[in-house]
């Protein structure tokens, strides 16, 4: 990356803010309270790492309070800087009020490489790190609710609920501290597939839109496109595996750390994970060619192109290879406002990371109300839904003297389970949004891209909170 870590990230997404906020007509005064981030919060802490210490340098940032709490992930990467994380902050703002989840944007980040430390130094920084936000107050489940990012996932969330509760005994709610927990420890079913399932669903939608399709010279649907994917995480690999099972789309080319493999007949997902738990890389997997520079995945053709790895990746001095006529951006910030530029120049639509990878919060979010109700969802309803579709059923049979087979009654009998309603929840919020912002797209013809349609929503939102609140004191 470098390049003065690729023209700044917070630059690029005010620059972003910049250019939808001429489309809102909102005052200049609101526009700068949006743009702010209303708090950041520094540390600097000692861990025992072997038979020394380490001073750890990590951040947490509320950007926005006009809804409590603040939410939004916690990554460990030796690239963390204030810069990132306010970046990272800003974006989460405006994903919630994209999706309507009613959180203010927030982001944490530890400036560590996590493959550096064993697990019992990784459990020491995440605790301390924790103790910092507590002593703070930068953590609870009405003031500011970290989840996973790159580089965390379930275990470290579960560490920060440990901690969190050590230091709280008896709060009832402290259970919605933190998600992306694991599913024993008050998380919820389906949150770790999340992110990767919304960008699966915002891209069908748009692939479903005949008409941005047949300008692109595309036929409609996703079923049979290509796909390229830069990082098999968390985000990349349920993004290419749902969208292979359920979207019947082709992943030609993985790009990870160790280098990009390809098989223009497809890369079976689940086999190549299997051999990276293996090998530790993907390089060499059976039936795939490596290229020779790995960051030549950008311009491999193909038709949607998902970086689901770290922001700017696609920059200004290789957007020209890009060939894709579609991106999804799975990770946040992966293209530069000077390579959107360069980008929109060629006719490529861009999917933006506030809508598309905004899954993970929406998920995130139905954990948090599971845990402020202390149940998991479905079960009060499952059994009574049961019984009163097989009445229904047994009626059906008595008024036409026919009988349905026992397994298509328990197909249509079903109850729904926890996951089902919230891959449903998931599902509607993606549609429902990509909506909302194809339709300010078409309403503002001076518009000329998903991501100025997505802030122009986002800004709206956010902007009618502040003005119906107004200022305390
Ligand atoms: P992760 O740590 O699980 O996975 C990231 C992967 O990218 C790793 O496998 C890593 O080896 C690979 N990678 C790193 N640098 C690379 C490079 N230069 N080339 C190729 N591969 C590289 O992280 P994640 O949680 O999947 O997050 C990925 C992106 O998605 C981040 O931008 C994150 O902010 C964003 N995101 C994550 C979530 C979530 O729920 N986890 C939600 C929204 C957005």
């Not at 603040?70 to 306010?86: A, N, W, Y």
């Not at 400036?111 to 936000?133: D, F």
């Not at 098999?232 to 292979?244: A, K, M, P, Q, R």
């Not at 998920?363 to 948090?368: G, T």
Request: hydrophobic share 40%.
């Amino acid at each position: 990356m470098s390049s003065s870590k690729q023209a700044r990230f917070f630059e690029s997404v005010q620059r972003n803010f910049d250019r939808a906020a001429v489309h809102t007509g909102l005052p200049q005064g609101l526009l700068e309270q949006i743009k702010a981030c209303n708090a950041v919060y520094q540390m600097a802490f000692p861990v025992r790492v072997g038979d020394g210490y380490e001073v750890i340098e990590a951040y947490r940032v509320q950007h926005s309070h006009h809804r409590a709490p603040t939410k939004g992930g916690i990554r460990f990467s030796h690239l963390v800087d204030q810069d990132e994380v306010m970046a990272l902050a800003a974006l989460m703002t405006y994903k919630c009020a994209i999706v309507d989840v009613p959180f203010g944007g927030a982001k944490g980040g530890v400036k560590i490489s996590p493959r550096k430390y064993s697990a019992e130094e990784l459990e020491r920084i995440t605790r301390r790190y924790t103790v910092e936000l507590v002593r703070k107050n930068f953590i609870g489940p009405s003031i500011d609710v970290p989840a996973p990012d790159y580089g965390t996932g379930e275990r470290e969330m579960a560490w920060i609920l440990d901690t969190y509760q050590q230091l709280n005994r008896g709060e009832i709610d402290s259970t919605g501290c933190v998600t992306g927990k694991p599913v024993s420890q008050n998380g919820i079913r389906g949150r770790t597939e999340a992110t990767g399932r919304g960008v699966f669903y915002g891209l069908r939608e748009f692939c479903d839109q005949a008409e941005e399709m047949k300008a692109l010279g595309l036929s409609p649907g996703i079923a049979g496109k290509t796909m390229v994917v830069q990082g098999l995480g968390n985000v990349g690999t349920y993004t290419s595996t749902i969208s292979i099972v359920e979207g019947g789309v082709k992943v030609i080319a993985i790009s990870e750390i160790d280098g990009t493999i390809v098989d223009e007949n497809g890369i079976n997902i689940e086999k190549l994970l299997q051999y990276k738990a293996e090998t530790g890389g993907i390089v060499g997997f059976e039936g795939t060619t490596k290229l020779e520079n790995r960051d030549d995945w950008i311009g491999i053709d193909c038709d949607i192109l998902v970086p689901a790895a770290l922001e700017s990746q696609i920059h200004k001095d290789n957007a020209h290879k890009v060939k894709a006529k579609i991106i999804g951006e799975a990770a946040n910030g992966p293209i530069t406002a000077d390579a959107e530029e360069v980008l929109l120049q060629k006719g490529v639509v861009v999917i933006p990371d506030m809508y598309l990878n905004a899954g993970g919060v929406t998920v995130s979010y139905f954990e948090w109300l599971k845990n402020l109700s202390h149940m998991r969802f479905g079960r009060m309803e499952k059994r009574f839904n049961q019984n009163t579709y097989n009445n229904i059923i047994s009626k059906v049979e008595e008024l036409t003297g026919k009988t349905i087979d026992a397994r298509d009654r328990a197909m249509i009998a079903r109850g729904a389970e926890e996951v089902d309603l919230v891959r449903s929840g998931l599902e509607e919020t993606m549609v429902n949004s990509f909506y909302q912002i194809q339709d300010t797209f078409k309403k503002h013809p001076k518009i000329k891209d998903y991501r100025t349609a997505a802030f122009v929503v986002a800004l709206d939102k956010v902007a009618s909170d502040y003005t119906a609140l107004g200022v305390f004191p």
